[in-house]
């Protein structure tokens, strides 16, 4: 019977996961972790200035979406008030800015993911929308479905109340060229994006929660409602709060052939188990070989280079198929991290630590 006690004590040590556990009467913690595309990025072609303008609006989104955190807000709603801001902002390639379909469309996708419950929305296809996030989020809440596309996903909009923009809003002169100069040149969607427009937020919330969420407009004269990976969970966005939550940038095809954001999450949640059980072994035994006592995994303090590890070695994966790109990731020790191939990526980081900062180059 004893041992029957022991071993469900443990499992269930397991099943709860690593926790952000706090000293009593510190201040609650909380982390957050941007991108807005990642791609090749050189230093020698952005002049200062428009280096100082990408940063100052990824320190913008960075800003609102601690500023729910710092308030206790849950990481969902830190979700959404982050990605917000890159959709509405004509730099990146999601919301406002998206690039244009070979026909000469703005065509976005977005996805949302709550760790604690697993909940998730997703919507792909959709071209009057403001912020594509938001539908994400309330096809989430509705909670009937997970996946709605193209005229469906504008119906759901419009009974959910969004607001919604005209085709005129999303349009940019900057993307309508590149579409010409793909038609024109023969060119591929790398050769005129120069990277993966896509943005995301991941957060840990003052109540230990994890949220993750993906918004994108795709790819310059992408055919055939084509879909690639933000919108689709596990591919290019996942959240969980017993391992971690991703959000991608990259040659979705690959991505969603790896399953990336889960790949992550499920390696990392296999290592924690490893360690805890390698944890649980070196226990002091008492005279009939008993364990003294049952390691809960919340005791452990798990490393950020554990998440780190597993990060590069799935985007590694990508690399070895032929693909490029990179993702965000936050563990629920608040650990945020960076994992990209490519000559940069458009990023940032906050925590309650005091921690705040924002790049684009991989040499930053």
């Keep these: ?36 595309g990642a791609g090749t990025m050189d230093r020698d072609k952005m002049t200062p ?27 969902v709603d830190a979700v959404k008030a982050a ?19 070979w026909e000469g469309a703005n065509e976005m996708d977005a996805s949302i993911m709550d760790g604690k419950t697993r909940e998730a ?24 479905h997970v996946f709605l596309s193209g005229s469906g996903a504008e119906e759901f909009a419009s009974d959910a109340g969004l607001e919604r923009a005209d085709p005129e809003w999303f349009a940019t002169e900057r993307q309508k060229k590149a579409l010409e100069r793909m038609k024109a040149r023969q060119l591929s969607a790398m050769d005129v994006d120069h990277k993966f427009g896509t943005v995301g937020a991941v957060v840990l919330d003052t109540h230990g929660n994890l949220a993750a969420g993906t918004s994108t407009g795709g790819m310059t004269g992408k055919r055939w409602g084509r879909i690639g990976d933000s919108p689709i969970i596990g591919a290019g966005n996942y959240a969980d709060n017993r391992s971690c939550a991703v959000s991608a940038t990259g040659s979705g095809e690959y991505f969603i052939r790896v399953g990336v954001a889960q790949e992550i999450c499920t390696r990392l949640s296999y290592q924690y188990r490893v360690e805890a059980l390698e944890a649980q072994l070196s226990v002091p035994r008492d005279e009939k070989g008993w364990p003294s006592y049952i390691v809960h995994a919340s005791e452990l303090a798990w490393e950020s280079d554990i998440a780190q590890k597993v990060a590069d070695e799935v985007i590694a994966e990508v690399v070895e198929l032929g693909g490029s790109g990179g993702v965000i990731v936050v563990t629920p020790e608040g650990h945020t991290l960076f994992s990209f191939n490519t000559q940069g990526m458009y990023r940032g980081r906050a925590d309650s630590t005091g921690l705040n900062e924002v790049a684009i180059f991989a040499d930053e």
């Design 49 to 75: 200035e428009q280096q100082a303008e990408y940063k100052a609006a990824l320190q913008n989104a960075l800003d609102a979406g601690a500023e729910v955190l710092r308030n206790g807000g849950t990481a």
């Design 83 to 101: 990605i917000t801001p890159m959709e509405d902002d004509p730099k990146f390639n999601a919301g406002r800015g998206a690039v244009f379909t």
């Design 1 to 36: 019977m004893r041992i029957i006690t022991l071993l469900s004590a443990f499992l269930f040590s397991l099943v709860a996961g690593p926790a952000f556990a706090n000293e009593e009467g510190d201040e609650p913690q909380w982390s957050i972790a941007i991108h807005g």
């Design 121 to 144: 929305g997703a919507i792909t296809g959709v071209s009057t929308i403001r912020n594509p996030i938001l539908l994400a989020d309330a096809v989430m809440k509705d909670g009937r």
